[in-house]
């Protein structure tokens, strides 16, 4: 699959680029640091590419194959959690699925590039992410002169894809893009000053238009459905509720049913109204329905959302805020989108439609415009409303996302952000979902706008480290 002219290639240069690799080198080195980035811990990977066998060095992979051209028999037991072949025709003896599939500059050498994506399908699950790079199109005529002047070995004629041309082979294959950047402003090795480039440089808005590789992240759709209860799944709707007491009965009232079952969990936080009471009178009154209230222990939303997810037993976990700002009537929309998987991480968005009466403060609505721009940059996709209360997504998903919080820290009081970085981190397909934000008909906000405004600023520059100025530091030498 690879072509002729690649294959002699690849067969009659693996002495020459090994000795001749100014170019190549670093520029490999810069490439694997960002594949190796986007992969979890633990995680089972195909990749094709020329060397890419590097990459199994890292120990954020369990095990996996690798089909690498310049891979030799000498380098056999190297790693040994990776099985090494050298042709892409090999890949009709595989038969399992991975956590990751990663194409590194094959995009390029291959006959078909939609024979591949469609080939590629079969070792997909619906956790899979496809992470392709390439060189950008624009660099095209740098890149022969780079050639010219023997910094880069003389390869054969590539395939030159663009981004669209790339995002419709993909659409063709049934895969989805999730998000994709452009990176590696300098890619020739001058000592300090290009890993400084590439680390602060390279990935900011507007600058990272001008970088050399480009890395696309998506995931397979339409895949045969592996799991029976997936199109009939059962809700956990999880309510902090502190001072909500007004709220209570018409929440429970308003609250749609689902075809797979349906839980609301009550967490309480210590409130000095009676929304305790109200939480056991509904309960009592609706002996019917699956209502639960658990006392939270500690402070804060995010404490209270935890609390009440731990204790869950649905497939899809649902946080509704108890002051019924947003519509419960909406729900159903959030779980369609996870159901059907268009989206594995749906966030209200309150910014589409007017809003009722005063229910956004204008500092409020500037904060989460802003909010909303910084994150979209960071995440790579497009996060409209950051602080909506309202977030849905799979039971397995939220504890993939707990197991790796540490990454970020605990700061945010709030979980809004702990989760968007989260799902962010994962690459899960993250969607906005349009809703309207009525005005407050009972009690008072639990939010300081100012104060906790400054904690979301810090998180979101812990952030912004994480997950744009972090990832060279894994570059192997």
């Not at 959690?81 to 291959?110: A, H, P």
């Not at 998506?218 to 902090?240: C, F, H, Q, W």
């Not at 009154?285 to 500690?298: A, F, K, R, S, Y």
Request: glycine share 6%.
């Amino acid at each position: 699959m690879f072509t002729k002219e690649f294959k002699d290639f690849f067969k009659n240069n693996r002495e020459k680029a090994k000795g001749k690799r100014r170019w190549n080198r670093y520029i490999h080195s810069v490439n694997l640091s960002m594949i190796e980035f986007h992969l979890s811990s633990n995680a089972k990977v195909l990749a094709i590419g020329p060397w890419v066998s590097p990459l199994f060095a890292s120990p954020r992979i369990r095990e996996g194959v690798c089909i690498d051209p310049y891979f030799e028999a000498a380098q056999a037991g190297v790693f040994p959690n990776c099985r090494v072949l050298t042709s892409l025709e090999q890949l009709g003896n595989i038969d399992e699925k991975f956590d990751y599939i990663v194409l590194s500059f094959s995009m390029g050498m291959v006959e078909d590039v939609l024979d591949l994506f469609t080939k590629l399908r079969r070792f997909c699950s619906p956790r899979t992410r496809l992470i392709a790079t390439y060189y950008s199109r624009a660099w095209q005529p740098f890149i022969k002169v780079a050639e010219a002047m023997s910094l880069k070995l003389r390869s054969p004629e590539m395939n030159w894809l663009s981004l669209q041309e790339i995002e419709n082979l993909m659409f063709l294959s049934d895969f989805q893009i999730i998000k994709r950047s452009m990176f590696c402003l300098a890619p020739l090795y001058i000592p300090f000053i290009s890993d400084f480039i590439n680390k602060f440089f390279s990935t900011l808005p507007l600058v990272n238009l001008a970088g050399v590789l480009t890395i696309e992240v998506g995931r397979a759709l339409n895949l045969p459905e592996t799991d029976a209860a997936a199109a009939r799944p059962k809700v956990s709707i999880v309510i902090p509720a502190r001072n909500e007491a007004g709220n209570i009965p018409e929440i429970v009232r308003r609250t749609p049913a689902f075809a797979g079952g349906r839980e609301i969990i009550f967490v309480e936080g210590g409130s000095t109204d009676n929304t305790r009471g109200a939480i056991e009178q509904v309960m009592e009154d609706n002996p019917h329905l699956n209502i639960v209230c658990l006392t939270q222990e500690g402070r804060g939303k995010k404490n209270a959302v935890e609390k009440g997810f731990s204790a869950a037993k649905g497939d899809i976990f649902i946080i509704l805020d108890a002051d019924i700002t947003v519509p419960p009537e909406s729900l159903p929309r959030f779980v369609d989108a996870i159901a059907s998987g268009k989206g594995e991480f749906v966030n209200g968005n309150r910014l589409v439609y007017p809003m009722r009466g005063k229910a956004m403060r204008f500092f409020n609505l500037l904060g989460n415009v802003f909010f909303g721009q910084i994150f979209s940059y960071l995440f790579g996709q497009r996060t409209s409303d950051t602080l909506c209360g309202t977030k849905v997504l799979k039971r397995n998903d939220y504890f993939r996302i707990l197991a790796n919080r540490s990454y970020f820290g605990e700061f945010d009081p709030f979980g809004d952000f702990d989760l968007l970085f989260g799902a962010a981190y994962l690459n899960l397909k993250i969607i906005d979902m349009p809703v309207r934000y009525e005005e407050r008909a009972y009690g008072d906000t639990n939010i300081s706008r100012w104060k906790d405004g400054f904690t979301l600023l810090k998180m979101t520059a812990i952030g912004m480290v994480k997950m744009k100025f972090n990832w060279l530091s894994m570059r192997r030498k």
